[in-house]
């Protein structure tokens, strides 16, 4: 398992993801219900039904680094409807959550009626001060969405071992959950509303040291599943036969400590976000390209298919392996540090979200007052990743959730809080593509609990 940035190294297993965390000012009391929103100025053109997030209410950004709590907040989902008004308006209700692993604890149905929340780490108890007192969580909560204005909260499921990445089958009736820690697979089918008793998975992989799964996607097809190993820096693939998980060719080597990945929309490529710079020096990072993004080319045919012998090959015959994948490409996502990023809908473009350093410690010598979106351009015929611009997000302090409209060209990114230690706040940005595409802001902020970190679309 990773080493993570300072003295909450020993805690969190995967990479200890910087956080912030903003104070929610709506004054009621917290409970299993919704409670009333705070609007904004709607973006016209944001394509979709609505925006479900979930937001951390132990947690502050320098705590990766001091290891303090801050005032003790609720952890939220909030679903925030596109009501086409040209207004928004957010419904909570609190479920246990935890910004402490990779940006992927949050799952929805494809027709947006239900989400899954993952507990990767549980609540503090009322005197807990410090991280290394929050214990390991076990929870998988169902949330209804079928009503947006008022999500209720329908199974609370205790997990085989603290759940981490979620994944949703494409069938909508299986639901995959990473035990980091086990280096397992929980599979639950999910059936009128409520997850079933799980099957459980091992790796099936021989002579590996390191068993930290810190992701696991389906690929599109459903026939088939890409995990992440985060000790071990690999990416395995796996074919799923409707009923157990099989290791699909060999692993690929990663750069240090690969954690969220993405399939592309045709399935031909994964790409994976490595963070390279871990432990006590991770806080550094800000002057380093700390983060990498890895892209893989997918072998989803076992019919052999050599390439012509090269003249170089001494071999008195060569046969190629008959499932080939390959990393195609590699290239640095910017200097800080890029754990979450989005592809568009069309497989065109890839946007990663770099947080810098504004995590640090506000007295920190390199903290930054600002973040970035790193806009890359993507060749679905090769894999090729070429870099199209930097976008500086000032006063974004560790943007971790991201995701596109259903149009492609609109992106919501989350704020774990403001620059002063305040509210979170979810902001809008406009993707024009062309000879130099750009991405300018769209809106409002909309205002969002401390402790925002993710942030999905029901399309």
Do not use: C
């Amino acid at each position: 398992m990773a080493e993570t940035p300072g003295k909450l190294a020993r805690y969190l297993q995967p990479l200890a993801r910087p956080t912030a965390t903003a104070v929610l000012t709506l004054g009621l009391a917290f409970s299993p219900a919704v409670v009333p929103g705070t609007e904004a100025t709607e973006p016209s053109a944001f394509d979709g039904r609505a925006l479900v997030a979930l937001a951390d209410g132990a947690m502050l950004a320098s705590g990766y680094i001091d290891g303090h709590l801050g005032p003790r907040r609720p952890d939220l989902l909030s679903v925030i409807p596109l009501s086409g008004d040209n207004s928004l308006q957010r419904q909570d209700i609190e479920v246990s959550n935890s910004v402490a692993t990779w940006p992927n604890v949050l799952a929805l149905t494809a027709d947006g009626s239900f989400a899954f929340v993952t507990e990767p780490f549980g609540q503090p108890g009322d005197e807990a001060t410090e991280f290394s007192e929050i214990p390991r969580g076990s929870r998988i909560t169902v949330v209804d969405l079928s009503n947006l204005q008022t999500p209720r909260i329908v199974q609370e499921v205790e997990g085989a071992g603290p759940p981490a990445a979620i994944d949703l089958h494409p069938s909508g009736d299986l639901v995959a959950v990473t035990l980091p820690f086990d280096g397992r697979i929980a599979l639950y089918p999910f059936a009128e509303g409520r997850l079933g008793a799980p099957t459980l998975h091992d790796l099936g992989l021989e002579e590996l040291t390191n068993s930290f799964v810190p992701e696991f996607k389906w690929h599109p097809s459903g026939d088939f599943a890409a995990v992440t190993l985060g000790g071990a820096d690999l990416v395995a693939f796996y074919r799923f036969d409707g009923e157990v998980l099989l290791p699909w060719g060999e692993p690929l080597r990663t750069a240090p400590l690969p954690g969220k990945g993405a399939w592309t929309p045709d399935g031909r490529y994964f790409v994976v976000t490595t963070i390279t710079v871990t432990g006590d020096m991770a806080q550094l990072g800000y002057g380093r390209n700390a983060s990498l993004f890895a892209v893989f080319a997918f072998d989803g045919d076992q019919t052999p298919g050599s390439p012509p012998r090269r003249a170089n090959d001494r071999s008195t015959a060569y046969e190629s392996a008959p499932i080939q994948h390959a990393r195609v490409a590699q290239v640095p996502a910017g200097m800080g540090y890029v754990e979450n990023f989005a592809i568009s809908p069309d497989g065109n473009w890839v946007i990663g979200l770099n947080m810098v350093a504004s995590w640090l410690p506000s007295d920190h010598p390199g903290r930054s007052d600002y973040s970035e979106l790193t806009l890359f351009a993507f060749d679905r015929e090769t894999g090729m990743m070429t870099p199209r611009g930097v976008t500086r997000l000032d006063g974004i302090v560790l943007p971790q959730g991201i995701t596109f409209d259903a149009s492609g060209r609109n992106l919501a990114v989350t704020a774990y809080q403001g620059y002063d230690g305040g509210d979170g706040s979810l902001t809008f940005w406009h993707l024009e593509t062309g000879a130099q595409p750009t991405l300018s802001q769209i809106g409002d902020p909309l205002p969002m609990p401390r402790g925002l970190h993710l942030v999905e679309l029901v399309r």
